[in-house]
């Protein structure tokens, strides 16, 4: 351990003052003193509470009740050839030909992106309208006589 310097010792002696003073001298020289190259402290960010953007989406033709009507007008041209190859399906009763249906436009509304996929809703909208009215649900909640 180092000792007490000489200058103090000539001005103090070697006493509790002199010791002291050099302790003072020694923390006010440690807070002026300070290496250029300190380490900063790195402020993390919360993920969870950052905030939240909210981005515009850019609206087309497609986007609205146009593009429902153009899907629903799509999946009506397509509807023959699906119908063809649902016909190579086995039956299942006689709603196989609305289930195969539906089933192809749930796999196209899965599988699709875009217009296709469009395509496909309209097709499990309408698959679905014809299988209810085969079935008849209507009568069920039908209760009076007619």
Not at 49 to 75: E, F, H, I, P, T
Not at 107 to 126: D, P
């Amino acid at each position: 351990m180092p000792g007490l310097p000489k200058s103090y010792i000539k001005k103090y002696g070697v006493s509790k003052r002199a010791w002291r003073e050099f302790r003072k001298a020694k923390s006010r020289r440690k807070s002026t003193a300070r290496a250029t190259t300190t380490r900063r402290k790195v402020r993390r960010t919360n993920k969870m509470a950052r905030k939240k953007r909210y981005v515009r989406r850019k609206k087309n033709m497609l986007s609205g009740d146009v593009g429902l009507a153009l899907s629903g007008a799509g999946y009506g041209i397509l509807r023959q050839p699906l119908n063809d190859l649902a016909a190579k399906i086995p039956y299942i009763g006689q709603f196989g030909d609305e289930v195969a249906l539906l089933g192809l436009s749930f796999a196209g509304a899965y599988y699709l992106k875009g217009l296709g996929k469009k395509i496909a809703k309209a097709g499990i909208v309408i698959e679905s309208h014809n299988l209810a009215r085969n079935v008849n649900i209507g009568s069920v909640f039908n209760t009076g006589s007619q």
